[in-house]
């Protein structure tokens, strides 16, 4: 049996080269969005109160909810129907009417579901509307559905600096500098609304206008009923997936927000958001291996596209092993940054950790599914969405929170499982990112964790007896936690996987630039 021809295996190189690059972009991302996130749950903990938090994070439940069902599925559909086109140039439409198609048609879908929210705010606010800043929020789902269609626009022409812009820059920077003023100037009851909306009208405003500067205007185009209608059918299998994994992550903290306290949604809210950013580092693939996995699949080349998926499923899940132990070992210290009740929803924090764990490997064989096996992407995302469901409402009641995390681990590790199989069938080879070197490397950054997690019983005592007081010496002590602890925990599992783990095709990662081909 021959080996790949020498075209094929540069191809599959530079290939590799374009997931590298967009990779290193979009962690990039990750990181800046990451510290950019920290400072407003910290400034929302503790100058507004788990209260206020958990009133927050229903009503942009309510609102994401939204935007997501105006997106239709042309997120990821983008790409397909892009690429599609500049297959057929003779017959396809030119790519800025695609766009402006797909713009209009989420405007006018998010803009009758707000209208809907401001007919019935009580399903945005179930205790109340206490001002028209309340009344009219919804308005705001208007934004981050456009700013959805344009970055998936400018991802396919792998263009994904404008979304670390957007959504790693501008949208938690704005947030987190608006929280504080508006505090000040609309209390704390709508204070952090209007950051959020903030937040969403600059987000909008840096995504739409490199969209219209790659794109250009529009050529002789109008809206057409026909035409917008062909789009969101095209899309629906697709926009139920999304609307799945998306509700899949929030289900949790609905059901909960229905049987607990503000209180104890609130310090859920922070937890989930704390280990969503794992999630979030997944995510930020997802703009570089669409379009590369559509091309692969509008050019036949499964094999290509099992490549594509084994590639970033190993990165995106060895990251994620380095988020769970770092974050998971120093996740009391970690929770307390945001107030003093914080630290005891340290256990459900590690669950939500694990459940970004489970997830990751059918989260890259989604990107996969949802162009070569829709609709069975489509009906194993809502059976997953249906057995989490049923999971939460059964022991929700007796454990709260703890019994939300659990049912969504649960939910997504059977998906996982289950997703990894059928694309495997599909394309005809292997496309898990497992490798046994994940191992070693994740018992020796486990061994350091637990080291650093009783590191205050050692340090808070010795610092006391060199004079310090009892508080100032337990606070010193989760310092060096939240610093020196996570450094090593992270050192010790990337030394281990990258000497163990990494081939040198993993290694084009963390090139910051491509060698030149001799």
Not at 227 to 255: C, K, Q, V, Y
Not at 265 to 277: H, K, L, P, R
Not at 323 to 339: E, I, K, P, W
Not at 465 to 486: D, F, I, K, M, W
Request: net charge positive; glycine share 8%.
């Amino acid at each position: 049996m021959t080996g790949p021809t020498p075209a094929a295996a540069a191809d599959a190189e530079e290939s590799t080269a374009e997931l590298a690059r967009g990779g290193r972009t979009s962690f990039a991302g990750f990181v800046l969005r990451l510290l950019a996130r920290m400072p407003f749950l910290f400034i929302a903990g503790r100058l507004y109160g788990s209260a206020e938090l958990g009133r927050f994070g229903y009503a942009i439940l309510v609102v994401e909810l939204t935007a997501q069902l105006a997106t239709i599925g042309l997120r990821r559909g983008m790409a397909d129907a892009l690429a599609r086109e500049a297959a057929q140039p003779a017959t396809g439409a030119p790519p800025a009417n695609t766009v402006a198609d797909a713009l209009f048609l989420s405007l006018v879908l998010a803009a009758v579901g707000a209208a809907l929210l401001i007919a019935v705010p009580t399903l945005v606010f179930p205790n109340g509307v206490a001002s028209p800043v309340d009344r009219l929020f919804p308005l705001v789902a208007i934004a981050p559905a456009l700013i959805e269609i344009s970055l998936a626009a400018l991802a396919f022409r792998h263009d994904i600096v404008a979304q670390v812009r957007a959504r790693a820059i501008v949208e938690p920077w704005t947030l987190s500098l608006a929280a504080w003023p508006a505090l000040h100037l609309v209390g704390a009851r709508q204070g952090l609304l209007v950051s959020y909306a903030l937040s969403m009208a600059a987000s909008a405003a840096t995504a739409l206008w490199p969209c219209w500067r790659s794109y250009g205007r529009p050529r002789r185009w109008r809206p057409h009923t026909g035409r917008m209608w062909r789009m969101a059918a095209d899309n629906i299998p697709r926009a139920g997936a999304d609307l799945a994994d998306w509700g899949s992550r929030r289900l949790d903290f609905f059901i909960l927000g229905r049987f607990a306290s503000p209180e104890v949604t609130g310090i859920y809210f922070v937890a989930q958001n704390m280990a969503s950013m794992a999630a979030k580092l997944k995510n930020s693939f997802d703009s570089i291996i669409a379009p590369l996995l559509a091309t692969a699949i509008a050019e036949g080349d499964r094999a290509q596209v099992a490549a594509h998926v084994r590639q970033v499923a190993f990165w995106v899940l060895t990251a994620q092993f380095a988020v769970v132990l770092s974050l998971g070992s120093t996740s009391r210290a970690s929770l307390g940054l945001f107030g003093p009740t914080f630290p005891s929803g340290a256990a459900v924090f590690v669950l939500l950790l694990l459940v970004e764990l489970f997830s990751s490997q059918g989260a890259v064989c989604e990107d996969a599914l949802v162009y070569l096996k829709p609709r069975t992407n489509l009906a194993i995302a809502f059976a997953g969405v249906v057995l989490q469901a049923v999971l939460t409402l059964v022991f929700v009641p007796a454990y709260g929170p703890y019994a939300a995390a659990g049912g969504l681990a649960a939910a997504v590790f059977v998906v996982s499982l289950v997703k990894s199989a059928v694309l495997r069938r599909v394309v005809g080879a292997g496309v898990s990112g497992w490798r046994p070197a994940l191992i070693p490397a994740a018992l020796g950054g486990f061994a350091v964790g637990v080291a650093v997690l009783h590191s205050p019983e050692v340090v808070a005592p010795a610092l006391h007896a060199a004079g310090l007081g009892p508080n100032r010496s337990r606070a010193v002590a989760e310092a060096l936690v939240l610093t020196v602890g996570q450094v090593a925990i992270l050192s010790s599992f990337g030394t281990l996987i990258w000497t163990i783990g990494f081939t040198p095709a993993d290694k084009v990662l963390f090139q910051l630039r491509k060698a030149r081909r001799t």
